[in-house]
């Protein structure tokens, strides 16, 4: 499908579509409803762009280092925050030594996350609590489509020359199309960081439109790279050609810029969702990803999207972390909540 | 609840601080000898007591002691004993002593923060991130000034024996910024916090003990009204330096008149928060956060007036709304709470009051779905729209966690909403366009403004007012001005002019008859009274009829100071070119002056060429330095720049000596025009003709009209007419002693800067006698805070 046609179907006035009931702006909370209307994109709105360039960097800096000093989470509230934190956890291996075997142990470990004595201590074996994906190089999606068979477990696929997307859009495509024809129902494809430095919006949104109809059902995360965007107001208008171009999550990095995700970047994003919301009413997913390896930084993050978002963005269905060994360290600080000892990395079984 | 119904719920819960290491401290204290004098721990000696409790729950807390007179006098004493060793000091052994303090507090942080919060009501995150610290940085960055005080303060002497009283809302931060910058300068101080607070000043006078202090260098003494006032009246003292409301700030004004103390106030605001259409809107929401519910709104300098352009005014609101939703209101020890009890009962009860009289006038308050606890002093974030300026909610300081909002349409409606207020202390503009944050940042009258940002604050940046914010500045450079005396050469002292009898015969000489008017918004014009007033020659002879001014004419000379924007609005090369073309035009005419000197004072024809030399001079020099006394740039330890900018004072009153008419007039009046001050001159009472001669040189010399107003007539009189006058910003007074106590006393109607020489002229001749210590009166500090990145 190409992206004229997408453009043509939504129409001028499509942009606008009738909220989900209760939501007089995006950070009040609403009844939760996990069934999450999914973003049809809108035509690529510059005024509306234009409306949003305005991104202080000095003042979000200081908005995320008093955020996080601000909240605190404390003895069972905390334990509950980073069952959270696995919930909404895209536990990921995008090594270039992968295997199948590593692949399967990766599945293995999402399946199983924690020790059955914590999982009793903390009194949660009533509910499945687990990471919401896997997330792998395509050659190994068939593996872990087999393997988290029946889990209700995702699998993810990061795509289009992941990490850096420099390969042909049509390459790039057909990379989207054989993950999903492999069973992937999450593709996270990354964009062309130059086209952002060239102001070439409309390429941008007509690439990202494309990769959304090679989706099809499959879910479309959009990582942009933040790490080489240089400034935060390249990172909010890239999110927002990204959202109206139809993408279900935005997400910050690869993982292999020199620059991860920070509190920063993800403040200028998740106001860009909060401005999108507010123009279509439809929720978009947030997705940090890159460096969050502790159970404090994965607290931060969550702070952030309930003071800047709300609740819903406390759901897998609007926020993942995209991370390898934060379960870990997660299952080290649970295990000391229980325990009151401080634990070690050997003591939990590793992915 | 079990952990799953708290993974479902993702609801932050307590996050208490623990308070028993601070119950301890409280438990182990008598406080009942809390008056730290003399490095010894001495109950009031009236016995008395006042109480201080808790004001999240309203239990009692301690009873401390309550000073009275005689106490007050004992720790003046030992400041005053202490004085002597101090001051004589190294700089690096005072350097020494600050960083014992900085690194002895540093040691007990969570301590101080608990007990603030406890004692203050304020939430613990703002007490350990933000007071604390910046109490700390406040003296380890004075240790430096304590050893730079020789370099770059040459000149310049520590002013004795302090009296400080500081405010409960920020009780370590304030008495950090009061006695650092006094221990640097070598001064020894008696302190006095607030009744509302008191703990935190205990617990730092312990750790003075024992951080090296030398006994009696600081002395802090708990009390009420009766010790302050003991303060404020004691001879002993040479510096008042006071922070708290515009109205007991008045009343110290006034009660310092004639005193010859030094005084520092930084008083009430009610600051301007203004949101262009350009900005990053929801940043400027959490600008808003951090000005005007930070300590529950109880800060002076809290952006307490939302200005917002009309365009963005329905989004800009509807964001407010909803993160004033999301702020928690509850116990000040809960490290998730952003908005604590107010400090008392007084205070909650004077908000609601307010707040109920804004609406009643029109307001529209609206605040939050959120419950608050059922004990304590906590008022509600409010949100105030549908506000005129008349509103109470606009001109009043609230000292509450209330924000009062208006509209804009362009850039000039907001810098005059901005301005529309008695105050001046602070303001914040937000726009991503550095050309109109940095066009609008000038025009604002306040001491301190923000540039997208609220809140900020540094040892190494200057704060205070303009107007009836006070006037001083604590912090940086500019601060430590305030705790030193600079060295001028005194005069002879200045006794009050005597109703001698009028002259009557005509001195020698055969010219044409003159009329010497009043020189007002650049013309000539008769007095509004129509009276002149002889002077006479040395001999006893008339040499001429000046104009008697009266109460009318400074009211039109101020009105064409203040009309006048072509002076401060002019270039500094432009008004340098402008001084040394007065300077060059006078010169044509020394020779005119000099027999004039001669003539009227007796003075020595050599003399007198040598005073119209002189004031030459004086003209080139301030000619030359028009574009070169320049502000600083300050660097907080932040991604920003702070620039201190040297702005004119405004209208300046000045009220010229007798002694050395010509060169003592000139001596004051070219440095306020030189920084671009417009002013309106009381020459000589005496001696006035050497003023009206002035005029013709004046009008050959391109100066604006309104830029020089002159008003000849009796001293006395016409300088308490400027001190009353609330259109006057500054006020200069070199006059008899009683002239410059009532100029001062009668300045509180606007708190006026008046520069007294109480009762002494200055050695008018004295190359010292001119340059900085003059520029330093004749401009306001503005510092403008520019945090960057992108």
């Given at each position: 499908m190409s992206s004229t046609i997408r453009e043509a179907e939504l129409g001028a006035g499509a942009s606008k579509v009738t909220p989900l009931p209760a939501r007089a702006a995006a950070n009040t909370p609403v009844p939760l409803d996990h069934r999450i209307a999914r973003n049809p994109g809108m035509k690529l709105d510059l005024g509306f762009m234009e409306s949003v360039r305005s991104v202080n960097r000095s003042a979000l800096e200081r908005r995320v280092a008093s955020l996080t000093k601000r909240r605190s989470l404390k003895a069972d509230n905390q334990a509950a925050w980073l069952l959270r934190a696995v919930a909404c956890m895209d536990l990921t291996t995008l090594n270039s030594n992968d295997t199948e075997e590593r692949v399967r142990r990766l599945c293995a470990k999402a399946i199983n996350p924690f020790r059955r004595d914590i999982v009793e201590g903390l009194g949660i074996a009533d509910e499945v609590i687990r990471p919401a994906a896997v997330c792998v190089y395509h050659p190994f999606v068939a593996t872990a489509v087999d393997a988290v068979r029946g889990t209700g477990i995702h699998v993810a696929a990061v795509s289009t020359a992941f990490p850096h997307g420099l390969a042909p859009l049509s390459t790039r495509l057909q990379e989207i199309e054989a993950s999903v024809k492999d069973g992937a129902d999450e593709i996270d494809v990354v964009i062309p960081r130059g086209l952002v430095f060239g102001a070439k919006w409309r390429e941008l949104y007509n690439e990202i439109v494309s990769m959304r109809a090679a989706c099809g059902d499959a879910h479309l995360k959009v990582i942009l790279g933040t790490g080489d965007l240089a400034t935060l107001r390249n990172v909010m208008l890239a999110s927002m050609v990204a959202m109206m171009a139809g993408a279900d999550f935005i997400k910050t990095?690869?993982?292999?810029?020199?620059?991860?995700?920070t509190l920063p970047v993800g403040l200028a994003m998740v106001r860009a969702i909060r401005a999108y919301f507010e123009e279509t009413g439809y929720l978009i997913g947030f997705k940090p990803a890159g460096g969050i390896s502790t159970a404090k930084a994965s607290l931060d993050w969550m702070v952030l999207m309930k003071e800047e978002l709300g609740r819903p963005w406390l759901e897998p269905e609007l926020f993942r972390f995209g991370a390898s060994s934060l379960l870990t360290d997660i299952e080290r600080q649970l295990e000391h909540h229980l325990t009151g000892h401080y634990s070690a990395n050997h003591r939990h079984a590793m992915a | 609840m079990n952990i799953l119904d708290r993974y479902h719920a993702m609801e932050y819960g307590p996050a208490p601080e623990a308070r028993n290491e601070a119950d301890a401290w409280l438990a182990a204290r008598d406080f009942g000898k809390a008056l730290f004098i003399g490095g010894d721990w001495k109950a009031a000696s009236g016995g008395k007591t006042f109480e201080t409790s808790e004001p999240?729950?309203?239990?009692?807390l301690a009873k401390v002691s309550d000073a009275n007179a005689a106490d007050i006098d004992a720790a003046v004493s030992a400041a005053a004993k202490a004085l002597p060793k101090w001051s004589a000091s190294s700089g690096y052994t005072r350097a020494k002593v600050l960083y014992a303090i900085g690194r002895a507090m540093q040691r007990h942080q969570r301590l101080f923060a608990v007990l603030e919060s406890i004692d203050n009501g304020k939430p613990i995150r703002e007490s350990r991130d933000i007071d604390v610290p910046l109490a700390i940085r406040h003296f380890i960055h004075h240790a430096g000034w304590a050893q730079a005080l020789d370099r770059d303060f040459p000149g310049h002497k520590g002013v004795g024996v302090v009296g400080q009283i500081i405010p409960w809302n920020f009780p370590l931060l304030m008495l950090a910024w009061k006695i650092a910058p006094a221990l640097a300068a070598g001064c020894t101080v008696a302190l006095k916090p607030a009744e509302f607070t008191p703990l935190t000043a205990i617990l730092f006078a312990e750790i003075c003990e024992r951080a090296g202090v030398p006994k009696g260098v600081v002395n802090i003494v708990q009390g009420g009204p009766e010790a302050g006032a003991a303060i404020v009246n004691h001879p002993g003292i040479q510096k008042i330096a006071f922070t708290g409301s515009s109205e007991v700030g008045k009343i110290i004004r006034k009660a310092t008149a004639g005193s010859g103390k030094k005084l520092s106030l930084e008083l009430g605001g009610k600051s301007a928060f203004i949101v262009f259409e350009d900005a990053d809107l929801d940043s400027a929401v959490e600008g808003l956060v951090d000005g005007i519910w930070f300590n529950q709104g109880q800060v002076c300098c809290a952006g307490s007036r939302l200005l917002v352009q009309e365009g963005i005014a329905d989004a800009l609101i509807a964001k407010v709304k909803t993160r004033m939703s999301r702020l928690r209101v509850g116990s000040p020890l809960d490290k998730n709470t952003d908005i604590g009890p107010l400090v008392d009962a007084t205070q909650l009860d004077r908000v609601k009051g307010l707040v109920a009289e804004g609406a009643r006038q029109g307001a529209v308050c609206w605040q939050p779905d959120a419950a608050l606890p059922t004990s304590g002093y906590y008022h509600l974030p409010t949100l105030a729209t549908?506000?005129?300026?008349?509103n109470i909610l606009a001109q009043e300081e609230v000292f509450g966690p209330v924000l009062a909002t208006m509209t804009f349409r362009n850039t000039e409606e907001a810098i005059e909403l901005a301005n529309n207020t008695r105050y001046g202390l602070a303001a914040s503009v937000w726009s991503e366009n550095v050309n109109l944050a940095l066009h609008v940042a000038p025009q604002l009258k306040a001491g301190v403004v923000w540039v997208n940002g609220t809140n900020m604050f540094d040892a190494a940046c200057g704060f205070g007012g303009y107007r009836e914010s006070g006037f001083g500045r604590e912090g940086g450079r500019e601060g430590i001005f305030e705790y030193l005396a600079a060295k001028l050469p005194l005069g002879p002292v200045i006794k009050p002019a005597a109703v001698s009898a009028q002259p009557a015969e005509q001195s020698d000489g055969d010219t044409i008859d003159r009329t010497a008017k009043l020189f007002i918004g650049g013309k000539q014009v008769r007095p509004d009274g129509n009276y002149s007033l002889a002077v006479a020659t040395a001999k006893g002879k008339l040499a001429g009829e000046v104009g008697l001014g009266s109460r009318k004419d400074i009211r039109d000379a101020v009105s064409a100071a203040r009309a006048c924007k072509a002076w401060p609005e002019a270039t500094a090369y432009n008004r340098s070119q402008v001084l040394y073309y007065l300077a060059e035009n006078l010169s044509g005419r020394a020779g005119e002056f000099a027999a004039r000197l001669t003539e009227l004072t007796g003075a020595t024809p050599k003399a007198a060429r040598d005073e119209v030399d002189q004031s030459i001079e004086r003209l080139f020099l301030y000619a030359g330095l028009a574009d070169k006394f320049e502000g600083r740039v300050h660097q907080p330890p932040a991604r920003a720049v702070t620039l201190a900018l040297h702005e004119p004072v405004g209208v300046v009153g000045i009220v010229a000596p007798d002694v050395s008419p010509l060169l003592g007039l000139i001596s004051l009046v070219a440095p306020a025009l030189a920084m671009g001050n417009t002013v309106v001159a009381v020459p000589s009472e005496r001696y006035p003709l050497l003023a009206t001669d002035l005029y013709q040189v004046i009008e050959y010399s391109?100066?604006?009209?309104?830029a020089i107003n002159i008003v000849t007539g009796r001293t006395a009189e016409l300088a308490a007419v400027l001190a009353k006058h609330d259109d006057v910003d500054g006020l200069w007074v070199f006059a008899d002693a009683d002239t410059c106590a009532k100029a001062e006393a009668e300045s509180i109607g606007n708190l006026k800067r008046v520069w007294s020489g109480n009762g002494r002229g200055l050695d008018w001749a004295s190359d010292e006698a001119a340059g900085d210590a003059f520029l330093r009166r004749a401009v306001e500090v503005k510092n403008v805070w520019v945090p960057y990145g992108d």
């Open positions: 990095s690869t993982g292999k810029e020199s620059v991860n995700a | 999240s729950s309203g239990k009692l549908g506000i005129s300026p008349a391109d100066v604006p009209a309104g």
